[in-house]
């Protein structure tokens, strides 16, 4: 039994998103970005933007790229958070994103760290990523964890360019901790 100052945290599963994901992982991307970015943005933007980045085909896409790992954190079985990451030369993350309900509740750290395994796994040296000049707890919450600024990009909201943060990590791989 749990005591007066105890709380329970909820739990979340995480496993490799697949291509039948493709439908509810479509909804929950949309909807997490809109809950995210909307109110700072023209409407016109944003609808632009969503119809071009998280149709269930854009997603089913996605899911079937060998380069691309995407990480759902299911919670009573429904999406709670995700990440995605592509792995090539360079490994970038390319979303990372959590339900309001789950926010400081450190699943987003754990999503992180399934994409720094999968980036240290593919033997990349470093992760980077891009993150809007204006989203300052995202920024926060990435140099918490350790990344750092390095440079900056445009990224096109719509007709919107808008300037991004280029945030890197090093990574430490197993040879050469061995």
């Not at 909820?10 to 992982?25: E, K, N």
């Amino acid at each position: 039994m749990l005591g007066a100052r105890e709380v329970s945290l909820p739990t979340a599963a995480f496993r490799s998103a697949v291509a039948s994901d493709a439908q509810a992982l479509a909804a929950y991307a949309e909807r997490s970005f809109r809950e995210t970015f909307e109110p700072d943005n023209k409407p016109e933007d944003m609808d632009q933007y969503c119809r071009k980045a998280f149709g269930p085909d854009v997603q089913e896409r996605e899911l079937l790229d060998p380069d691309v790992v995407t990480v759902l954190a299911i919670s009573e079985g429904v999406i709670a958070g995700y990440g995605q990451i592509r792995l090539r030369s360079a490994a970038e993350i390319r979303r990372l994103y959590v339900d309001r309900t789950w926010q400081g509740k450190r699943l987003a750290h754990e999503l992180l760290q399934k994409l720094i395994e999968a980036a240290t796994g593919s033997g990349a040296e470093f992760i980077w990523l891009g993150v809007w000049e204006r989203n300052a707890r995202a920024i926060r919450f990435y140099e918490k964890v350790g990344f750092t600024v390095t440079g900056e990009h445009d990224f096109a909201l719509g007709n919107d360019i808008q300037r991004d943060l280029v945030m890197k990590m090093v990574l430490v791989s197993s040879a050469a901790t061995a």
